[in-house]
């Protein structure tokens, strides 16, 4: 079992950046893809990106390429979503979610058995 906190979410202007940072606890971070989803308001909570237990294996939505990084460093137990260019539609709460099927980077809620509690980021025009 893992657990996860999420933080680094906040309020950004337009065209800004945040940087979230996912915690786990655990000694078996590896044996866990990792993936970001996020949830608007009066929607259903959609897939932002994901990352193989190694790192070397990256997906991200169509919506947010060339925005968004996503790291992890199994040293520190920690994946890192760099956002950069942040637009209004970003607004969200942000779901960290770990995933028993380490080697792939699934894109769906059904694919992740671990979430954290979320984080709120909001983008001001």
């Known amino acids: 079992q893992v657990q996860l906190v999420e933080s680094g979410g906040g309020l950004v202007q337009a065209g800004g950046s945040l940087r979230l940072s996912c915690a786990a606890s655990g000694r078996t971070f590896t044996s866990y893809a990792m993936g970001w989803f996020r949830q608007a308001p009066g929607k259903e909570r959609g897939f932002v990106s994901a990352?193989?237990?190694?790192?070397?294996?990256?997906r991200y939505a169509d919506f947010v390429k060339g925005r968004f990084t996503l790291s992890r460093d199994n040293a520190k137990n920690t994946v890192d979503l760099q956002m950069n260019s942040l637009k209004p539609e970003d607004r969200a709460v942000y779901f960290c979610?770990?995933?028993?099927?380490?080697?792939?980077?699934?894109?769906?809620?059904?694919?992740?058995?671990?979430w954290g509690q979320g984080t709120q980021v909001t983008v001001a025009s």
């Open positions: 990352i193989s237990w190694s790192g070397g294996r990256a």
């Open positions: 979610a770990a995933s028993r099927d380490a080697a792939r980077v699934g894109n769906t809620t059904a694919a992740y058995t671990y």
